[in-house]
């Protein structure tokens, strides 16, 4: 180990090296206590926070199901249900018999909402009008293959003489593959909601404080400020390296103890990151075949072509994706339409991260946090990939990069 002698004192380079991300780490703290003081930290207890409801699919759908149905004791009648078929229409891509008149001026008392009826999300559905109302809701994952048109067939088949409504949910409103699903955003589910609790201001107290909770989670935690967001890309870009070294160290949950045991027992592999959902890396076989690119951060490296197990919803699965990357040599969705053809994939291109396979296995409760149940998991779907896909991938990305 080198020394190094400064100011009189003897020190290793190992411990200059744990000094300066101490110095760091002491330089973060002080700006999160100015942080922690603006008015998105200083909101306090949150009811959706304590229940760890985040970015969880299924239990968001379960309340928006809540909220929608006219007749349960949120008193909010049909009121939010009227303004978020509203949103949805404004978007377009609707049956042409649908106006926004017409919405305002009927009576959805009586409105049934299904949850998981034929697969479909949220499906409401009002006799007295002979109206449906399609909700399928995306929060990290992407459409499945044809997907949303199995779903519009069913209700078409199933519901032939009612207007019908289709919306596709997700975070920023990212468009459908289909053109007859209306994209909107859980910004728009939040206003909406606002303007339905606006309206009915003599809501039990326990109501609207549930009701208030849920609004600032979803601008805190699904689509924050603009405020927020500006002031988290600063500090990071100010403390990288401490902020880096507290996701890598500072959260240990089953997952992550489970990803440090599978990467120990394959040296083949070379770990980009491991965070307390998603582990990526690529097989160092083929790291010669797809160059860094300058200007492309993902995973804490900059290859635009990773393999990552994702741990969500009750289930655990691994996804080969092209990430983000542009330059004038090489064309992305050259590469992702090649894979797509190998791995007979149709789901849509989007123009920075493209899933081109995925394989899950769902989860008991208890599963979810035994650490063994889930490496053995991940070494059945590594196994399952690699083993099937390593030797095309390597010839398409190798061909394409010309490496």
Known sequence: MTAMNVGGLQQTASGAHSNHLETKLLGLLKDLDRFQSQ????????IFEAVGLHRQEIKHSNFLSFLLSPQLGHGLKDTFLKRLVQRTAEKGAVDPSISLLKIALCDFSDAIVSREWRNIDVLVESKANQFLFVIENKIDATEGNKQLETYEATICSEYPDHTRLFCYLTPDGVPATRDSWSAISYSDVAEALQDARSRLPNLTSHAGIVIDHYLDFVRRNIVP???LIDECRRLYLLHKDALDLIIE?????????????????HPELEKFTVRPAGAAFLPRSLLPHIPPLEGTNWWGQARPFALWFNFYQERIGIVIEVGPFSTDQFNRETLVRRLQEHFESKSKIYPK???????????????????????????TLYKDTVEKHLAPITAIVSDFFGM
């Open 249 to 265: 160290h500072g959260q240990i949950n089953s997952f992550s103890s489970a990803a440090g045991t599978f990467f120990q027992k």
């Open 353 to 379: 991260f493209t899933r081109v396979y995925s394989r899950y296995q769902k989860l008991t409760d208890d599963e979810t946090s035994d650490a063994e149940v889930l490496l053995a998991r991940m070494e």
């Open 39 to 46: 008015p998105w930290f200083a909101r306090g207890f949150n």
């Open 225 to 227: 400020d603009q405020a």
